[in-house]
């Protein structure tokens, strides 16, 4: 799979959108970008995913760019619930291949 | 719906002992099953995975002998820490895939359980 780079941390501000940028310059044509996000202490959390069109669901908005060299996750208005680490993982959807996890964005929400 | 239980939450445990950790999807059959250790301020890492009915499949410099995982149902899978020594001392976290097919989720995705903190004195 496709290996990730994201920035190491970044702050927000309670009510702002959050941005958190991922690059995945190897990403192969078959190969999705997964999002996911860990509270302190808790299991990993399911946020969203896409192959090469924009998607929404009720926690976010996943951006990928036309080379689908990158993408950007939106959390259109951060909470304090939402400080966390945040993972972009790419993998093939296909297959029984585990995520694997680098080392995400900590994102804190400010108030 | 696709809810991961683990138990459980938080043990604690003196060396030398073993410990059983369980990990149960709830409301799905989970044709494989992944466990994950995380240490403090570290990512996750994938220490093995399990298939139901066969042999568990380790990651490099897991010891298969030391971490005991059992997959013996669609919606059970245990992971047994012998002679437990404080550097076992983590937070342990599974992960169970849905069979193939299954109308309601996406197909091949992952949940996770909860985690455990395991801390061995």
């Known amino acids: 799979d496709a290996k990730t780079t994201q920035p190491p941390s970044m702050d927000c501000a309670e009510g702002r959108a959050a941005n958190l940028p991922c690059n995945h310059s190897t990403i192969s044509g078959n190969e999705y970008v997964y999002w996911y996000r860990q509270i302190h202490s808790q299991g990993p959390q399911y946020i969203i995913h896409g192959l090469k069109n924009n998607e929404t669901n009720e926690m976010a908005s996943l951006i990928i760019t036309e080379d689908r060299k990158s993408s950007t996750l939106i959390l259109p208005h951060a909470t304090l619930r939402d400080t966390a680490v945040y993972y972009c993982i790419v993998r093939s959807r296909s297959g029984n291949t585990p995520l694997v996890f680098g080392k995400g964005t900590r994102l804190s929400v400010i108030a | 719906g696709a809810v991961v239980s683990q138990h459980p939450s938080r043990v604690i445990c003196k060396s030398g002992t073993s410990v059983k950790i369980e990990c149960r999807s709830l409301d799905f059959q989970a044709t494989t099953m992944f466990w994950y250790r995380q240490f403090p301020k570290q990512s996750l890492m994938l220490m093995a995975t399990?298939?139901?009915?066969?042999?568990?499949?380790?990651e490099q410099g897991v010891e298969k002998d030391k971490f005991l995982i059992n997959h013996a149902s669609l919606t059970l899978s245990t992971l047994t820490v012998t002679s437990a020594h404080p550097e076992d001392s983590s937070f342990y976290i599974c992960s169970a895939r849905e069979r193939a097919g299954a109308p309601y989720r996406p197909y091949n995705e992952q949940f996770f359980g909860p985690g455990t903190r395991l801390t061995v004195l």
């Open positions: 399990s298939n139901e009915g066969s042999k568990a499949t380790y």
